[in-house]
């Protein structure tokens, strides 16, 4: 059994448990935050909380009308209210990041992660990364002293992974510049 409660103490607006736990699962608190199964909010600039009780698991579902149709969550200001976002495009299953109004990556339904705009036309390895710059990716090793090197693994034995039986492509670090080294 739940009721509604007005706090005067402060100020929110409650839906509580009556039928014995007298616990207060929905808070509209006088700053308008809403807090769903919380006691308390992280902090001043939290909108919207949800907190399981116990060690319960606590997630958010969204669901699109159809499998046509995209689910998705919007991040902006005032000026633009959508220019970042993550979308789930449920006819082709799916996740795209956006920033500044534009995807920029995708992971598909294979799992396959694509980066860049050619990447979802483009999309027959794992990882597929287009760019318009010369430079498509940097690997960078952050110890950075001499002797020290960056390396990309490449092989192609299933039982093996590359830096077992595979080509390196090494950048070496020599005091002066890199070598690159295969």
């Known amino acids: 059994e739940y009721v509604v409660r007005a706090d005067a103490s402060d100020a929110a607006f409650k839906i509580v448990d009556v039928s014995g736990s007298n616990a207060e699962r929905l808070i509209i608190d006088s700053s308008g935050r809403l807090g769903v199964g919380v006691n308390s909010f992280h902090d001043s600039s939290t909108r919207l909380q949800l907190q399981s009780p116990g060690s319960d698991h606590t997630g958010i579902v969204i669901t699109a009308a159809a499998?046509?149709?995209?689910?998705?969550?919007?991040?902006?200001d005032t000026a633009d209210k959508d220019i970042g976002r993550i979308v789930y495009e449920n006819s082709s299953d799916s996740m795209q990041f956006w920033t500044n109004n534009a995807e920029r990556l995708r992971i598909d339904s294979?799992?396959?992660?694509?980066?860049?705009?050619?990447?979802?036309?483009?999309?027959?390895?794992p990882l597929y990364v287009s760019g318009t710059d010369p430079v498509v990716a940097t690997f960078h090793h952050s110890d950075g002293g001499t002797n020290d090197e960056a390396r990309i693994a490449l092989g192609a034995l299933v039982n093996n992974p590359p830096y077992q039986r595979g080509v390196y492509l090494t950048a070496k670090n020599n005091g002066n510049g890199h070598d690159f080294i295969v």
């Open 110 to 125: 294979s799992g396959r992660l694509l980066v860049g705009s050619a990447a979802v036309t483009y999309n027959q390895s």
């Open 67 to 76: 499998t046509s149709t995209l689910s998705y969550i919007y991040f902006g």
